[in-house]
């Protein structure tokens, strides 16, 4: 299994992007999908899942509203549209795929390398 996320770049607050992870040698449908970050200097943080059947998404607390995960099966690829961007939004951003949780530092069985996000004036 293999995920890669992209996307990620230097954006000014207020700004947006969409982070990509395209997965490879398995099929999302079924699967649960997430997006979870890390900032330098702070602990893991997960940022948004969405469970194996779609019927669950969650959203950490101080993204909701402006960030929105989604899935496209047919594609095997996941997205995560940030909108609204703040500076205390800059991270290195990861996809995990399967026994994902956002809870706390967040948990999934597989990830992808990271993709950074700057938000900076």
């Known amino acids: 299994v293999q995920l890669q996320a992209s996307g990620g770049g230097s954006v000014q607050p207020g700004g947006s992007l969409r982070l990509s992870c395209a997965a490879s040698?398995?099929?999302?449908?079924?699967?649960?999908i997430g997006w979870i970050r890390q900032a330098a200097g702070k602990e893991r943080e997960g940022v948004a899942c969405i469970s194996y059947d779609d019927r669950n998404t969650y959203y950490a607390d101080s993204v909701k509203g402006r960030f929105t995960i989604s899935r496209d099966n047919a594609r095997d690829t996941f997205y995560l549209e940030m909108n609204n961007l703040k500076h205390e939004d800059t991270a290195t951003y990861f996809c995990?795929?399967?026994?994902?949780?956002?809870?706390?530092?967040?948990?999934?069985?597989?990830w992808g390398e990271g993709t950074l996000v700057t938000v900076s004036s």
């Open positions: 995990a795929v399967g026994g994902v949780s956002c809870a706390g530092r967040g948990r999934g069985d597989h």
């Open positions: 040698g398995l099929s999302l449908d079924g699967w649960g």
